[in-house]
């Protein structure tokens, strides 16, 4: 995983659809953002790794769809891979249509409004209506176009961009991953090309409402002073009230 502590082009997409940049340069913000309740941020590819045409499902999120998770650059202090979120759907504009997850045998693809998903489309809006009680919720949002990688989008409380927030200085940690919320709606864009215009899209993939798990923390190999002292105590009683031979 890429240090993006350097140098982040956060953009803040307010509930409102008006859109406002911030850079951050370290911890300094340069810019405020405009008041609300929840905004959507959104990561570049190239922000967070070196690959020049980044997937995110075969490749930077892990390989083959069903081993994909948000979370697959991340490790907890044992060294495993901290599962913050894992693909529900991807949908592709070649012609394939919809990919799904093996662990959501309910989701089809039908509870997707596909209208500004075609490769003409270099940007739009996408809506979610689950229509079974085991369909999951939509925490993550990828939209890839050209040869630039992929544009990561998610959305989180204003006040975890603000000084002190999980998502103040760097937005891909597990402090600010793990702050998505669930959404059934959103905007979408592809991430811009060398010239700085936008391709036109590959497929867009959504990822599901798991939570990531915690981070454990190592259990102490010896007793506790407390703990100890408690022990001591017990047996001093022990033998206090045991009958003399």
């Known amino acids: 995983m890429k240090n993006t502590d350097l140098r982040l082009r956060k953009k803040l997409t307010q509930a409102t659809g008006l859109v406002s940049s911030i850079l951050v340069l370290g911890s300094i913000v340069v810019g405020t953002p405009k008041s609300a309740q929840a905004v959507v941020l959104s990561l570049d590819s190239t922000e967070?790794?070196?690959?020049?045409?980044?997937?995110?499902?075969?490749?930077?999120?892990?390989?083959?769809?069903?081993?994909c998770d948000?979370?697959?650059?991340?490790?907890?202090?044992?060294?495993?891979?901290?599962e913050i979120s894992p693909p529900i759907a991807k949908f592709d504009t070649d012609g394939t249509g919809w990919t799904t997850a093996l662990a959501y045998p309910s989701i089809d693809g039908s509870e997707f409004d596909t209208t500004d998903f075609?490769?003409?489309?270099s940007s739009g809006s996408w809506s979610y209506t689950p229509d079974d009680t085991?369909?999951?919720?939509?925490?993550?949002?990828?939209?890839?176009?050209?040869?630039?990688?992929?544009?990561?989008?998610?959305?989180?409380?204003?006040?975890?961009?603000?000084?002190?927030?999980?998502?103040?200085?760097?937005?891909?940690?597990?402090?600010?991953?793990?702050?998505?919320?669930?959404?059934?709606?959103?905007?979408?864009?592809?991430?811009?090309?060398?010239?700085?215009?936008?391709?036109?899209?590959?497929?867009?993939?959504?990822y599901n409402s798991k939570q990531p798990t915690d981070i454990p923390t190592p259990i102490p190999t010896t007793?506790?002073?407390?703990s100890g002292i408690s022990l001591l105590l017990v047996g001093a009683l022990v033998s206090a009230v045991r009958p003399k031979k």
Do not use: M
Not at 134 to 154: E, I, M, Y
Not at 223 to 226: N, T
């Open 48 to 67: 967070i790794t070196t690959q020049t045409n980044a997937n995110d499902c075969s490749g930077f999120f892990g390989q083959g769809f069903d081993n």
């Open 70 to 82: 948000i979370g697959n650059n991340f490790t907890d202090n044992n060294g495993n891979t901290i």
């Open 118 to 121: 075609t490769n003409a489309n």
């Open 223 to 226: 007793p506790e002073p407390a």
């Open 134 to 206: 085991t369909d999951p919720g939509v925490r993550f949002w990828v939209a890839k176009g050209g040869n630039q990688g992929f544009r990561l989008f998610w959305e989180v409380e204003d006040a975890e961009t603000q000084a002190g927030g999980a998502c103040a200085t760097n937005l891909f940690t597990v402090d600010c991953l793990s702050k998505a919320k669930i959404v059934n709606s959103g905007n979408w864009s592809t991430p811009p090309n060398r010239n700085g215009n936008l391709p036109g899209l590959s497929h867009i993939t959504f």
